[in-house]
């Protein structure tokens, strides 16, 4: 390294002062000048654009990149002392550092081997947990006790290390650390995994702790999706009855942090292929042709592939003037009979996004969702890990077997798929971090089969406050038609026998790979907004709808959570076709989609109405209308001095009421069910005491 002593440092201070990017700034000797105004210590240096200003440099990273690191903060620090002498005199020069991103020697987290270790190395992954930020000793003070004299010390490696002895005396007495006069540095130490799309089928994912010091500690948080350049070091391994052992441990000394806050940050689009997408856009059956390229292999549920078409895409999220955020991002769930498909479309749905996770509802916690607090055995604090719902922020999830989930665990959600934030509070850490994630979910009707008569609540014992999150459900009943049925044997015996016929070809129309740059080249340049004759398609629908509720006695067809549900389909029905404007049609397509998902869940087979109480609660309007005149009855009757009423006279007295014979019954039954009444014998009824 002595021959390049004098020349790499010179030549780093004239890249950093000459450096001009295609439109000719000059954007590094630009932010060295602006250090002081803005109180940064550090700036970041793209490798790629260092490698283009002088090849050395690349060697130079290779063959030492603790001298090459050293090198670039001398020359930075070099070039402040002559630029901004005043700046410096107030800082500590420890704290001047050039920050590396973009380094082109990227390994993976599964990849790193001990050939890797002293190397500098670019990794990419998941925050999964980080430490408190705690200041660290660089340089001691310490104040001898018996003649007062002050030693100072450097800390070599993060250990505390004290004087043997007083230089002065000369005595081997003890020393005090002055902190005052001491100097420290902010340091966190967080742990980073592989995310989820990069993990192979079947492995545990791989993770190696990061140690972050000065300026780019704390600037990411859980959850984070970050790329980090940094030194692979080693540190020994300890068992606690052997003591040291000979294996060791790694981490990486980080330099440089980014973080990819953008789901579709890291896509990768060449000429070829924008030019593909802009032709794909043009087409007037675009939309179509993305419905049919979703899960092929599944036959039918051309409504729900569409939903799901739209959730992949999303709608726009705002945030308005006092700061509420309003979610752009849209929920689905799926009820149905077994064998209609619903974990395959899930799977697809989980492959086809850019950011996604897979997770069952049996062997998932409230903990491995959203946020746990773990015990740090290394510092022996409590530390912060990312669930499922954060890690896969800005991105999907699916959730298969939803119903089957603790109910204790499936609450944990509630904040996350409103709010897209998971709060949490515990062992003193109290923290909010960023859920924006959409949820697919499946779920299997209770009794084994769905039963159109009864609720969706009676069919699936959801809560209401969950199933009201949803802005789509839909429910897959498994009917024998002896036509339909023919139809799917042969497509699915097509399949197994790989031979299809021309009328019936299922090969999608998009390949999954390239409608994966689509949608993610949708999500990066295209944000629709809301035109005047879309809201007004959308609020005619909303106030028509709920105008047969006027008066209080009919039910409530729909809630402002379906409006709001409406313009965000809309909207990612716009970003589908890449249009700047939600149109007419698309407000019209999403009001459709709307109305066929509230005619499964929400139809009252009594009144004939969208009923949304059928959906979110146990009752629809109407059976609570007819359980209250049976209730009013049945006072009445004990008002009279009958305390065990007769269910013959009771059907008998509320049939002029307007209630029929069948319907009654019904209604009995179900009050029954619920515990509001109880037959302490045959035919005989009584109100069970509040």
Request: charge should be negative.
């Amino acid at each position: 390294m002595s021959e390049y002593e004098v020349g790499p440092q010179e030549r780093f201070e004239e890249f950093l002062k000459s450096y001009k990017d295609e439109q000719g700034n000059a954007t590094y000797w630009t932010r060295t000048q602006q250090m002081s105004i803005n109180e940064e210590t550090s700036i970041n240096v793209d490798f790629q654009d260092l490698t283009s200003f002088d090849n050395v440099f690349l060697a130079l990273s290779k063959e030492d990149p603790i001298s090459f690191l050293q090198l670039a903060d001398d020359a930075l620090r070099s070039l402040l002392r002559t630029e901004d002498p005043d700046y410096m005199a107030g800082i500590e020069e420890g704290l001047i550092k050039v920050r590396i991103v973009n380094y082109p020697e990227h390994v993976s987290l599964r990849s790193i081997r001990s050939r890797h270790i002293g190397k500098l190395i670019h990794i990419s992954g998941i925050m999964m947990r980080a430490s408190e930020v705690k200041p660290l000793l660089v340089h001691a003070t310490f104040r001898c006790r018996r003649c007062g004299e002050e030693i100072s010390l450097s800390q070599e490696d993060g250990r505390y290390i004290e004087p043997d002895q007083c230089p002065v005396c000369g005595k081997k007495t003890p020393v005090r650390l002055v902190p005052e006069k001491s100097q420290f540095r902010d340091w966190q130490k967080v742990r980073i995994q592989e995310s989820p799309e990069e993990l192979p089928p079947g492995q545990m994912p791989r993770s190696v702790d990061v140690i972050l010091e000065g300026d780019i500690v704390d600037i990411s948080r859980p959850g984070d999706l970050v790329k980090i350049t940094g030194i692979l070091m080693t540190a020994p391994d300890f068992s606690r009855r052997r003591g040291r052992l000979a294996t060791f441990n790694v981490f990486i000394q980080a330099n440089g942090v980014e973080i990819a806050e953008k789901e579709y940050e890291q896509l990768e689009l060449s000429e070829e292929d924008e030019k593909q997408i802009q032709e794909l856009a043009e087409d007037p059956y675009v939309h179509e042709r993305i419905v049919a390229s979703i899960a092929p292999s599944i036959k039918g549920h051309e409504d729900i592939k569409e939903s799901i078409a739209l959730l992949l895409f999303g709608g726009v999220g705002k945030t308005l003037p006092d700061g509420t955020r309003l979610r752009g991002r849209s929920n689905i769930l799926m009820i149905g009979d077994p064998g209609t498909g619903k974990s395959q479309i899930l799977k697809f749905v989980s492959k086809l996004a850019s950011r996604s996770l897979y997770t069952s509802g049996k062997g998932t916690t409230a903990a491995g969702l959203t946020a746990a607090v773990v015990h740090d055995t290394d510092s022996g604090a409590m530390t912060l890990e990312a669930g499922a719902l954060v890690l896969a922020d800005q991105g999907i999830a699916c959730i298969d077997e939803f119903d089957k989930m603790d109910p204790n665990d499936r609450t944990a959600i509630h904040e996350a798929m409103e709010q897209h934030t998971v709060s949490i509070a515990k062992a003193g850490i109290v923290a909010t971090l960023n859920a924006r994630t959409s949820i697919l979910a499946a779920a299997n009707p209770t009794l084994g089969r769905y039963e159109p008569s009864a609720s969706v609540q009676d069919n699936i014992k959801l809560p209401f406050t969950i199933l009201s999150r949803f802005d789509l459900m839909w429910i897959l009943v498994d009917t024998v038609e002896a036509t339909k049925d023919r139809e799917l044997a042969q497509f699915i015996l097509g399949m197994h026998r790989m031979r299809r016929s021309e009328t019936d070809s299922k090969t999608p129309p998009i390949p999954p790979g390239f409608l994966k740059k689509y949608i993610g080249y949708a999500h990066r340049y295209v944000l629709p907004q809301l035109t005047v004759e879309a809201a007004e398609v959308i609020e005619n629908f909303y106030v028509d709808l709920r105008k047969t509720a006027e008066g209080g006695a009919a039910p409530v067809p729909i809630t402002a959570r379906q409006l709001e549900a409406l313009v965000r389909l809309s909207e990612a029905r716009a970003r589908m076709a890449l249009k700047s404007k939600v149109s007419k049609e698309d407000a019209q397509a999403s009001v459709r989609l709307m109305e066929e998902s509230l005619k499964m869940v929400a139809l009252d087979r009594i009144t004939g109405k969208i009923d949304i109480d059928r959906m979110v609660s146990k009752m629809s309007a109407a059976q609570r209308s007819s359980s209250d005149t049976i209730l009013k009855v049945m006072r009445d009757m004990e008002s009279e001095g009958i305390s065990t009423v007769s269910e013959e006279e009771l059907i008998r007295r509320v049939e002029p009421l307007g209630l029929s014979k069948e319907r009654a019954e019904e209604v009995i039954r179900k009050l029954v069910a619920e515990g509001i009444l109880f037959s302490p014998k045959h035919g005989k009824l009584k109100r069970a005491q509040s």
